[in-house]
């Protein structure tokens, strides 16, 4: 026993020696090297070197062998884009394996390993290149985007990757308001809808109502922003407007009408279930099994070569294999089952374990930084069917009591041994707009204070002294929802709500119920992350409005009065319209601009001061990659604002052994 607690103590001081080496900084190192060149010509051009001809795995080049395959020179585009390799040629082969939380849902260590965006985000988290274009270019006045794309391009089918499938997206589904009736306000810079043009099959023009200095960051997470293109050639079939009889396929697959059968077969990201959609990542679904584990192949008309002129992805195929928690994860990337994981956190408090299992697992786990807001924070639901609780929650008191009632030190030296930094859910320090204050705003542990606040809102106790009684007599009791990941931390604050009188009952539900029951009105209160909101994303437009997009959904009746514009949901209060309107003053000003720091500091200040999601801390990310891979980073920033993976160049990822 005494053995025992001599290695556990041991172990704890080695663990606080090896975080307390590691301090959240988002700062990145200056890029060492070039990793694209748009073209050939332009390697070339730049180098001096020259591809002397293309390669292709030895699984294609059977396939062109048999004639079931063009050669590799015809499935190229004209000119594909070239990519240096972050430490050397890899390998063709292999099978990447990581995790899935859930069929449509939980799948970021796969799913960004293959995205791509329109414009590419380098390693250094600041430099921006062309990737599914060839080129692009922005006017003056920050008004109109010009959009070359590759001639010669495919789909993963073979099919011409062209103008006609942005003009499809723009035209049929973006415009569409059936299938999008909410528009994205990455598309809306002034208030109204851009406008895309056909220049020529290769060519696109998209005109904005307003000034957009943010378009860059916009295209370089296009994939997140409903991608600006579709395959035309596939989706047609299901779209009323070319197939009178769509709505008979609909019905014969089960689904009520042609938008639901369309909207099933457009789905490109984790929630994909069409194995025939054509793509042009890296690597395409073409099977899901009974248990729900999906497998994706290497695409043939991938559009990308290395500086030896070997065609991209070099890893064979990719596998989400589902899993039931995070432990079980944890188990399979030790047990050699997965090759990395980085999303849905690794819990900080199982350090120890993931560390002293690094050589059976054959793994390293890295400290990579984190630019989350805070790691956990809950939002009370303000637009609550519940009329005595609706006005309980959107008393500013109750919410600054609430914040108060959170032991956060606790919570800290419970889940993180004391590394992480406590905060308020608030942009990340580095952001040019940001204030000291913030940060620090209600997040002391005072329960007296707490109870003073829910006092003086007249939540009084009941006789015995156990729980506040709402205005109608009722117990004051709610239920905190929220998915594995973030149920530790939820137990622990519905535990310090129920000491101040607030009876809290914490539920854990599958991602899928968790969102379907924030966008239908049915939660009390809701725990998830406060991501995305690095300057970074604030910049590209709604991401200071975390707290009123899904999955949070705090006010969803007033989110979807101003998405709509009063054609449905509920009128909010003038402080929200004033906020709404400040963040789109903010996304078409130029950070050079000296109103732009006045008013994303005002926007933060709102967004603090009334405390519409409440949070706790911000950790270092654990990351665990297989030290069989070849490529992959070893320090770095992985958070929501660069899309996770997406800077790490997950094609040329391979397996060295």
């Known amino acids: 026993m005494r053995k025992n607690l001599s290695v556990l103590v041991v172990m704890l001081v080695v663990v606080g020696i090896l975080l307390s080496s590691f301090s959240i900084s988002f700062a990145q190192k200056a890029q060492p090297k070039r990793y694209y060149y748009s073209t050939p010509s332009e390697y070339t051009k730049l180098t001096g070197k020259k591809i002397a001809k293309y390669n292709e795995a030895p699984a294609l080049a059977e396939l062109v062998k048999q004639g079931k395959l063009p050669p590799v020179e015809k499935r190229l585009p004209d000119e594909p884009l070239v990519v240096d390799p972050p430490e050397e040629i890899g390998k063709y082969g292999g099978e990447y394996r990581s995790a899935g939380f859930g069929p449509q849902s939980g ?124 395959p035309k050639h596939y989706l047609k079939q299901y779209h009323i407007k070319y197939n009178s009889k769509a709505n008979d ?133 303000l637009t609550h069917k519940d009329p005595v609780l609706r006005k309980i929650f959107n008393d500013i008191r109750f919410r600054q009591a609430m914040s108060l009632a959170i032991d956060r030190k606790q919570i800290n030296d419970v889940l993180y041994f004391g590394r992480a930094v406590i905060r308020q859910a608030v942009a990340p320090p580095e952001t040019s707009f940001y204030e000291d204050w913030m940060g620090k705003y209600y997040i002391e542990y005072n329960p007296d204070k707490a109870n003073a606040l829910l006092d003086e809102m007249e939540l009084k106790w009941d006789k015995d002294k156990k729980v506040r009684l709402r205005s109608d007599g009722k117990p004051l009791e709610i239920v905190l929802e929220c998915t594995e990941e973030f149920a530790p931390q939820a137990e622990m604050v519905s535990e310090m709500w129920t000491r101040v009188g607030v009876k809290t009952i914490m539920k854990q539900e599958e991602r899928t119920l968790f969102y379907q029951r924030g966008t239908a009105n049915e939660r009390d209160a809701a725990a998830w992350t406060f991501d995305g909101v690095a300057e970074f994303s604030i910049r590209a437009g709604g991401a200071y409005r975390r707290a009123f997009g899904d999955p ?63 949070g706790t801390s911000v950790a270092p990310r654990i990351i665990m990659i297989s030290n069989k891979l070849g490529n992959t980073p070893k320090e770095g920033t992985f958070a929501y604002d660069y899309h996770f993976w997406v800077p790490y160049m997950g094609d040329t990822w391979f397996f060295k052994r």
């Not at 991209?312 to 990337?333: G, S, T």
Request: charged share 25%; aromatic share 14%; hydrophobic share 40%.
């Open 552 to 614: 949070i959904n705090a006010a969803i009746l007033w989110s979807t009065w101003i998405n709509t514009k009063g054609a449905s949901g509920e009128e909010p209060p003038e402080i929200i319209k004033r906020f709404y309107e400040i963040g789109d003053k903010f996304l078409i000003t130029s950070p050079k601009s000296r109103d732009y720091k006045k008013l994303g500091k005002e926007l933060l200040k709102i967004a603090t001061e009334n405390l519409w999601v409440i």
């Open 107 to 230: 799948q970021v260590d796969s799913e960004t390993v293959r995205v791509q965006h329109i414009l590419q985000i380098n390693p250094d988290l600041k430099t921006l290149t062309p990737n599914i274009v060839k080129t692009w270019g922005i006017s003056k006045d920050f008004r109109e985007v010009t959009l070359i794309l590759r001639r010669g391009m495919k789909w993963s089918d073979g099919t011409p990757f062209t103008a006609d499938d942005f003009m499809f997206w723009y035209e049929d589904i973006a415009s569409n308001n059936d299938l999008t009736p909410v528009k994205n306000t990455a598309w809306t810079p002034g208030g109204k809808m851009m406008v895309m043009r056909k220049i020529n099959p290769y060519t696109i023009k998209i005109t904005f109502a307003a000034p957009y200095p943010a378009v860059d960051i916009t295209l370089a997470k296009s994939y997140i922003y409903g991608r600006f293109f579709a």
């Open 249 to 381: 396929i609909a019905k014969k697959e089960g689904f009520a009408d042609w938008i639901q059968c369309f909207n099933y077969h457009y789905a490109y990201a984790q929630n994909q279930m069409d194995t025939n959609l054509p793509d042009i990542t890296p690597w395409v679904l073409t099977k899901i099994d009974e248990a729900g584990n999906k497998y994706y192949e290497r695409n043939p008309y991938y559009w990308k070569v290395d500086t030896a002129g070997n065609q991209l992805p070099y890893i064979d195929r990719q596998v989400v294999v589902i899993v039931k928690d995070a432990q079980v994860r944890i188990m399979k990337i030790i047990s050699q089952e997965l090759h990395a994981a980085g999303e849905h956190p690794l819990p900080v408090k199982e350090y120890t374990l993931y560390k002293e299992n690094e050589k059976k697992g054959d793994y390293t786990v890295y400290l990579f930084n984190n630019t989350r807001g805070s790691d956990w924070c809950v939002a009370f639901n």
